[in-house]
């Protein structure tokens, strides 16, 4: 409840600052992958909410974790009822901003090297996050990419001893979002 | 032909390993029925649990009918709740279609009810693959019924993947 509130605030008061510079997309795409030695897993969201306001840096986005497809059913349920249990924690946030927002230029096309910091909440634990990533300007529109690992036991995820050697301890996530400039 | 003769021969070849299996001492015959039945466990563990279908959503029998906006309704009033009565079911609904999005190959039918920081919000519901042309020929404004399953709500948009047509 409360980061849902905070998340309102920080919507509203980037409401606030008229003809804010926001960028939105509901369909970016998020693919988290696991390379274990016995397995190679990997699922993807495409209906993941994002939004980033230039004249601030402010960075949402915001993933539905029932809508991660898996290539096996076993797998996608594992992932729903035992590692996320996204029953009980039905969403993963980030919150935070791209910290060198200014260094991005909207008029010229270019890709931007950006600095990503904030917080990351899944399964119910709320963590830092600092991570690097590119923007790509192009014709008006922003094509954000990122890619960093996660650990999952920062996130109290276990994976049982039984499948140890089915699902890395670490699991690498790329973001991929199209923003187009909100018509507000 | 050549088929039908590799057939008998291989019906031939069951025929006498059972005949074998009858002759055979006792002990031998636990070991080997053991054998065989835990081959036959893996291949049935491999096949239905690890190697199991994901639902066929299409067919699947829903669990709810209603129309999209009471659904969106129960989002927007009580989003707990409806996170805990609707998240995971297959649902049936109707309503005004207010748009076709597509963003890479997906399809998007949305029904919008409201106006929000992210723009538009209501229900967004994904195609399955096979409905995409279907979809991408629909009218705004027109009625339709939607079955999919429901993922939940991220605070602007109640989302359904695995979405089919129903027509009417």
């Known amino acids: 409840m409360q980061i849902k509130s905070i998340i309102i605030a920080c919507l509203l008061l980037s409401a606030g600052s008229v003809n804010a510079q926001k960028f939105i997309t509901k369909t970016g795409h998020i693919r988290f992958y696991s390379d274990a030695p016995l397995e190679k897993i990997e699922a993807h969201n495409h209906q993941v909410n994002s939004a980033l306001d230039l004249s601030t840096g402010g960075f949402v986005f915001k993933v539905l974790l029932k809508s991660f497809e898996f290539e096996k059913a076993l797998m996608q349920e594992h992932f729903n009822e035992n590692y996320v249990e996204s029953d009980k924690y039905p969403t993963a946030t980030f919150l935070g901003k791209v910290t060198n927002f200014k260094d991005l230029d909207i008029a010229k096309d270019g890709v931007y090297d950006v600095t990503v910091e904030g917080k990351l909440t899944l399964h119910g634990v709320t963590r830092p996050v600092n991570e690097k990533g590119t923007i790509e300007v192009k014709q008006g529109k922003l094509h954000g990419k990122a890619r960093f690992n996660l650990v999952l036991a920062d996130y109290k995820i276990s994976i049982p001893g039984a499948v140890g050697n089915n699902i890395s301890k670490t699991i690498e996530i790329s973001v991929d979002i199209n923003l187009d400039k909100a018509n507000m | ?168």
Not at chain 2, 117 to 123: H, L, T
Not at chain 2, 124 to 150: H, S, W
């Open chain 2, 1 to 168: 032909m050549k088929i039908y003769s590799l057939k008998l021969v291989f019906i031939l070849l069951i025929i006498k390993v059972i005949e074998n299996y009858i002759h055979m001492k006792t002990w031998i015959k636990v070991v080997i029925g053991l054998f065989v039945a835990g081959l036959l466990a893996a291949f049935l563990g491999y096949t239905f649990i690890y190697n199991k279908q994901h639902p066929d959503y299409e067919n699947a029998e829903a669990a709810f009918t209603m129309t999209a906006v009471d659904l969106y309704q129960a989002f927007k009033n009580n989003a707990a709740n409806a996170s805990a009565q609707y998240n995971g079911q297959v649902i049936t609904l109707a309503g005004k279609l207010s748009k076709i999005e597509t963003a890479d190959s997906l399809v998007i039918a949305v029904f919008v009810f409201n106006q929000g920081d992210f723009g538009d919000e209501g229900i967004r519901c994904t195609m399955m693959k096979k409905f995409n042309d279907e979809a991408n020929r629909l009218q705004p404004d027109g009625e339709i019924i939607v079955k999919g399953y429901c993922t939940g709500f991220n605070e602007t948009d109640v989302i359904l993947e695995k979405c089919s047509l129903i027509n009417q």
